[in-house]
C-alpha cells in the first residue's frame, strides 16, 4: 500500500468527520437558540419583576438570600439564572416562613385533618400556588440549562470539525507532494 494512499483515505475520513462536526455544531447552535428563545419569550410574558435595591421585600430575606436575589434586583425575570434565584431564594424562603418549615403535602395532610379550619385551608391553597410557580420557574430553568449545555457542545464540535478540516487539508497537500516525489 502506497503512502499517498494512504494519506488521501485518511484525508477523506477526516473531511468526512470535519462536515459531520460542523453540521452537529449547527444543529446544536439551533437548539441552544431555541431553548434560550422559548426560555426568553416564555417568562417575558409572565411579567415577573425582581424585588427592586432595598426595598422591604428584598429586606426581609434571610441575608444569604437576599444577596443573591439582590443580584437581579427590580430586573424582569428572562433568563434561566434569573428562574432558578427566584425560585429557590425568593419563592422557596417566602413559602417555608409561611407554613413554619412545612411543606405543602405535610399542610395539605393537616387541612384534610380538620376541613373546618378556613386559615389553613387558605394556607395550603397559596402553598400550592406557590409551589406550582416555583417548579414552573425551575422547569424554565432546567430548559434554559439544557440550552447552554447544548451551546457549549457546540463550541467544542465547531472547534473539532475545523481541526478536522484543517487536518484534512494538510493530508491532501502531504498526498500531493507525494505524488511529486
Given at each position: 500500500?502506497?503512502?499517498?494512499?494512504?494519506?488521501?483515505?485518511?484525508?477523506?475520513?477526516?473531511?468526512?468527520?470535519?462536515?459531520?462536526?460542523?453540521v452537529?455544531g449547527?444543529?446544536?447552535?439551533?437548539?441552544?437558540?431555541?431553548?434560550?428563545?422559548?426560555?426568553?419569550?416564555?417568562?417575558?410574558?409572565?411579567?415577573?419583576?425582581?424585588?427592586?435595591?432595598?426595598?422591604?421585600?428584598?429586606?426581609?430575606?434571610?441575608?444569604?438570600?437576599?444577596?443573591?436575589?439582590?443580584?437581579?434586583?427590580?430586573?424582569?425575570?428572562?433568563?434561566?439564572?434569573?428562574?432558578?434565584?427566584?425560585?429557590?431564594?425568593?419563592?422557596?424562603?417566602?413559602?417555608?416562613?409561611?407554613?413554619?418549615?412545612?411543606?405543602?403535602?405535610?399542610?395539605?395532610?393537616?387541612?384534610?385533618?380538620?376541613?373546618?379550619?378556613?386559615?389553613?385551608?387558605?394556607?395550603?391553597?397559596?402553598?400550592?400556588?406557590g409551589?406550582?410557580?416555583?417548579?414552573?420557574?425551575?422547569?424554565?430553568?432546567?430548559?434554559?440549562?439544557?440550552?447552554?449545555?447544548?451551546?457549549?457542545?457546540?463550541?467544542?464540535?465547531?472547534?473539532?470539525?475545523?481541526?478536522?478540516?484543517?487536518?484534512?487539508?494538510?493530508?491532501?497537500?502531504?498526498?500531493?507532494?507525494?505524488?511529486?516525489?
Open positions: 500500500m502506497n503512502r499517498k494512499f494512504v494519506d488521501k483515505v485518511v484525508s477523506m475520513t477526516g473531511l468526512l468527520l470535519a462536515l459531520v462536526l460542523l452537529a449547527g444543529l446544536l447552535t439551533w437548539g441552544y437558540s431555541f431553548a434560550n428563545g422559548q426560555v426568553k419569550s416564555q417568562l417575558a410574558s409572565q411579567q415577573i419583576v425582581f424585588p427592586a435595591a432595598g426595598s422591604g421585600a428584598l429586606k426581609s430575606l434571610p441575608q444569604p438570600d437576599q444577596g443573591i436575589v439582590a443580584k437581579f434586583a427590580g430586573q424582569q425575570l428572562l433568563t434561566g439564572r434569573q428562574a432558578e434565584v427566584f425560585a429557590d431564594n425568593y419563592i422557596a424562603v417566602h413559602l417555608k416562613e409561611m407554613a413554619g418549615g412545612k411543606t405543602y403535602s405535610q399542610e395539605s395532610a393537616a387541612s384534610l385533618a380538620n376541613p373546618s379550619d378556613t386559615a389553613l385551608a387558605n394556607t395550603v391553597n397559596t402553598l400550592f400556588k409551589e406550582t410557580l416555583r417548579g414552573m420557574l425551575l422547569n424554565a430553568y432546567a430548559f434554559w440549562q439544557l440550552g447552554q449545555i447544548a451551546m457549549y457542545s457546540a463550541i467544542f464540535t465547531f472547534i473539532g470539525g475545523i481541526l478536522f478540516l484543517i487536518l484534512a487539508l494538510l493530508g491532501f497537500s502531504h498526498a500531493r507532494k507525494e505524488d511529486e516525489d
